[in-house]
């Protein structure tokens, strides 16, 4: 048993220093300890940009636009972001035509998303947020909300003054 584990665990750590080079390849730009479990699907029409200490455990960006990622970020298992997508409203053909439009998301310091979570374009997920398990986030996520549900909507607020007692601290 012992051995199998060793294996396990030195494939674990392969699949991890393979994805993390494959998402610092995609990145426009990213912030030292950066890293990934697993590796990342990100569209030749995504822009992203990620700060430093962040650590993706699944993660795909799909769509037209760009992807900006804060400090202190930590992700789930299966994380989608949905950008932009062909124009409906002004096309040249029902559905849609050939034109696209390009949307944007920005992530804030210190942000934990947790599995399965989808956020669509145009979404700004504040600083402290917690978004939970299975969540769609299809609109604003204030600073230090703990969202959920499809779609996401505000459960409870963190402890903002510990909050901001540990980010003092620099306990991050």
């Known amino acids: 048993m012992k051995i199998i584990m ?9 699949r991890s220093r393979v994805a993390t080079l494959v998402l610092h390849k995609r990145c426009k730009s990213y912030g030292t300890c950066v890293s990934a479990a ?5 569209g030749s029409e995504v822009v992203l940009e990620v700060g430093q200490h962040v650590g993706f455990n699944g993660f795909t960006a ?16 299966n994380v ?8 409906y409203d002004h096309g040249d053909k029902i559905p849609y035509g050939a034109t696209y ?11 934990w998303l947790g ?12 600083e402290g947020a917690i978004v939970a398990i299975g969540s769609v986030v299809v609109k604003d996520v204030p600073r ?19 909050f901001e007692k540990l980010k003092a601290e620099g306990k991050y």
């Open 101 to 111: 439009t390009r949307k944007q998301v920005v992530i804030d310091d210190f942000v």
């Open 144 to 162: 230090c909300a703990i969202v959920g549900g499809n779609p996401a909507k505000v459960i409870k607020y963190r402890d903002i003054e510990h």
């Open 38 to 42: 697993r590796i990342p699907r990100i």
């Open 6 to 14: 060793f294996f396990v665990m030195q494939f674990r750590r392969l």
């Open 62 to 77: 799909t769509g037209w636009g760009w992807v900006k990622i804060g400090n202190y970020f930590h992700s789930g298992t």
């Open 115 to 126: 599995s399965d979570v989808i956020i669509s374009g145009n979404v700004h997920i504040g």
């Open 80 to 87: 989608k972001v949905m950008l932009g997508s062909h124009d």
